[in-house]
């Protein structure tokens, strides 16, 4: 079998899947508090910037895929109207329910799916902006992901990635001891979960850096790709548009 990485760990291709779906079913209920947590609130300005830099527009169609609690979900639809769509989906059902149940309790009922971003259910040319935040490192296959992504955006659409990545060289020391000292504590205090924390940190070192990630965004068909490095390049998001 072919074998990919989880983490530090080398699995089967088959079971990456199962243990992603494994971590996320045990933080759902959790996820939005420790996401908090652990970017002191930061993950709400990023969101904020990649909404911003969205130029998303009233009428617009938007995917919003790896969704999970409905954040980006959210903010879309108060920019799309009543003459736009944003479709929630996510590969996991836990955290799918999760923002679901959120975003209808706020009042907003969204079309949402169950799928997988290498697999999208959606027709060719349906959206005009897709975004994926903090999901994109915990797909096997992300170049079929992201030529799926690109499939299902309308010619000029936009797709926002918006992902952990490469920090600043500085911060490198104290970044590493905040990821693999830190988190997993903070992980067991509040989720009782260390593991899942720990592969947290452990599946942000094995994803693409900032360059990495824009060259494969081009080999997958966007003509333009822009990267906003944020919080010293602990966070970057990927800007491309669909030629």
Partial sequence: M??????????????KARRVRGVFDSVASKYDVMNDLM????HRVWKTYTIAAS????GDRVLDIAGGTGDLARAFARRVGSRGMV???DINEAMLREGRDRLTDEGLILPTALCDAEK???????FDIVSVAFGLRNMTHKELALAEMQRVLKPRGRLLVLEFSKVAKPLEKVYDWYSFRVL????QLVAGDADSYRYLAESIRMHPGQAELKAMMKAAGFAHV????????VVALHWGLKA
Wanted: glycine share 12%; proline share 7%; hydrophobic share 25%.
């Fill in 226 to 233: 822009d990267v906003h490095n944020l919080t010293g390049g």
């Fill in 184 to 187: 997993p504590r903070l992980g």
């Fill in 55 to 58: 130029q998303v527009r009233e």
């Fill in 120 to 126: 999208l259910p959606f027709p060719d040319a349906s």
């Fill in 39 to 42: 970017s002191l609130g930061l």
């Fill in 87 to 89: 479709v929630h989906t």
């Fill in 2 to 15: 072919t074998q990919t990485h989880f983490g530090y760990q080398s699995v089967d291709e088959q079971d």
